[in-house]
């Protein structure tokens, strides 16, 4: 998803680069903004009434973060950057009142908040697939070209923890997939479909 689709220059205070291991915000923090993610990434987790941790999400490029928050007065979750990350900060007062006065302001909002939403629920299908193998093949076809390409813009490590599946699972059944000729690799972050 583009950027152009929504005014975010408009709104954002600044660009922010954050270094990898850095708080955008805390979970219970006064919400101020709203983020568009450009480029690293952004794990978003909640803090357990027992004391632990649970990570929530992770954020990719081209991603909005706590936009849900828009209508919240605190955060409720946090979010970290797990990689070095370039992110356009976003005040929820200047987006709300856009919002009041200008139509399509709204419509390109609602685009990027359906896009998301098409994706998170492509990604709770392929999650309902019970077999690795299978699971994967759905997961690349969700997210490959007309042309059955496939440019892998997280870590295989990451991809394997979004699939819910242990590193070295996903790692030997990729394997696999490569040697029975379902997938071929370009390069290290492109590969094809086969069949």
């Known amino acids: 998803m583009s950027t152009d689709h929504w005014r975010w220059q408009e709104f954002a205070h600044s660009p922010l680069r954050l270094k990898k291991g850095a708080s955008l915000f805390r979970q219970g923090g006064k919400v101020q903004s709203m983020y568009l993610l450009c480029s690293g990434r952004v794990t978003l987790t ?8 649970a990570i929530l999400h992770v954020t990719n490029a081209g991603e909005m973060i706590a936009e849900a928050s ?6 409720r979750y946090t979010a970290i950057t797990a990689r070095d990350a370039d992110l356009l900060e976003i005040s929820c007062d200047r987006i709300l009142a856009d919002l009041r ?6 419509l390109a ?3 990027q908040l359906a896009w998301q939403l098409r994706n998170r629920r492509g990604l709770m299908e392929v999650l309902n697939i019970r077999a690795v ?4 093949l759905a997961y690349l076809n969700s997210i490959a070209t007309a ?4 440019r ?7 991809i394997a923890c979004r699939l819910g599946q242990a590193p070295e699972i996903f790692y030997r059944e990729l394997g696999r997939l490569i040697a029975g000729q379902c997938i071929r690799l370009l390069d290290d972050n492109t590969l094809i479909i086969s069949g």
């Open 152 to 158: 892998l813009e997280s870590s295989r490590r990451d």
């Open 109 to 111: 909002l609602l685009r």
């Open 133 to 136: 193998r299978d699971r994967i």
């Open 101 to 106: 006065n200008y139509h399509d302001s709204g």
């Open 70 to 75: 828009l209508f919240s007065s605190h955060y």
């Open 46 to 53: 909640r803090h357990t009434p027992e004391g632990g941790t």
């Open 147 to 150: 042309d059955d390409r496939v």
